[in-house]
């Protein structure tokens, strides 16, 4: 089995590209934190590189800019070729099935007047964004009509 999960802000914005038959590709590294420190106490990171295929690589490459944090969902990917004086060279990727958008490099900077924001370094994850705040007496539905009624027999789960 070959799937991978990753969570990591982008290290540059996308390049979208079209192959020979006009099928979007888009290519961007991703800073991912690892779980543990090293000998002086500061949190490395791992940079990798991801390809995503057709409409979510246009997607990708017209939503997301350096520090957007996304979540991919693919595969590794191991390809070689070789240079023009003779050398082969390998290249490890993460061939992308669904990236999911998860916020903007200024989405968790929601500071007072009296404290200091810090942008967040691509590869800076401590910054945590609180979900937006909904308003739960306006109801966009509520002159839509009558009820709807559902029996748990109609539900799928």
Do not use: C
Request: cysteine-free; aromatic content about 10%; proline content about 4%.
């Amino acid at each position: 089995m070959n799937k991978v999960f990753l969570i990591g802000r982008l290290t540059r914005d996308p390049e979208l590209r079209y192959t020979g038959n006009n099928t979007a590709v888009a290519s961007f590294s991703i800073a991912v934190n690892r779980n543990f420190t090293n000998q002086s106490g500061e949190r490395e990171a791992d940079f990798i590189n991801i390809v995503v295929w057709r409409k979510q690589a246009e997607n990708v490459k017209n939503y997301l800019t350096q520090g957007s944090q996304v979540a991919i969902d693919g595969r590794i990917q191991v390809r070689n070729y070789e240079t023009e004086d003779g050398q082969k060279r390998y290249v490890t990727e993460v061939i992308a099935d669904n990236v999911e958008f998860l916020g903007s490099k200024n989405s968790g900077n929601n500071s007072s007047s009296n404290s200091i924001a810090k942008d967040p370094t691509p590869y800076d994850f401590s910054a945590q964004s609180e979900p937006p705040k909904t308003d739960v007496d306006n109801n966009p539905f509520a002159d839509f009509g009558s009820s709807i009624e559902i029996s748990d027999d109609e539900l799928p789960f």
